[in-house]
């Protein structure tokens, strides 16, 4: 069964520092490219973070500095290490796959999803 499992969420204050994984199962991750979105209340998913199958990485401008994006091949996991959180980064946080993925800012350029995990951050 192919899945993806996200955990790591949680409650922090405001400049504190969180780790999201993404575990995948029933397929081979480093063939992969692997994005986070999240969703807050009322509004559409968007974009954070990427890591192309060739551990490259991109990431919206409104993390870019305080999320890094890396890759464990071996345990078929994800990463995201989140630094100095702020009430807008408050969401329901998921990871998605897509094959072979260089660049994928869409969600509809992804196949797999988790089922997404709560960042709460207070203030």
């Known amino acids: 069964q192919v899945e993806l499992v996200e955990s790591g969420g949680g409650l922090v204050q405001a400049g504190g520092s969180l780790r999201l994984s993404c575990a995948a199962s029933?397929?081979?991750?480093?063939?992969?490219?692997v994005g986070w979105f999240r969703q807050r209340p009322g509004k559409e998913r968007e974009f954070v973070a990427g890591i192309n199958w060739s551990a490259g990485t991109y990431y919206a401008d409104s993390v870019k500095g305080r999320f890094t994006l890396s890759r464990e091949n071996a345990k078929n996991t994800v990463y995201l290490q989140m630094n100095s959180l702020q009430s807008e980064d408050t969401a329901v946080y998921y990871c998605a796959a897509a094959w072979r993925a260089r660049l994928a800012y869409g969600p509809r350029q992804y196949d797999l999803w988790g089922q997404g995990t709560q960042v709460t951050v207070s203030s």
């Open positions: 029933g397929l081979t991750f480093s063939n992969y490219g």
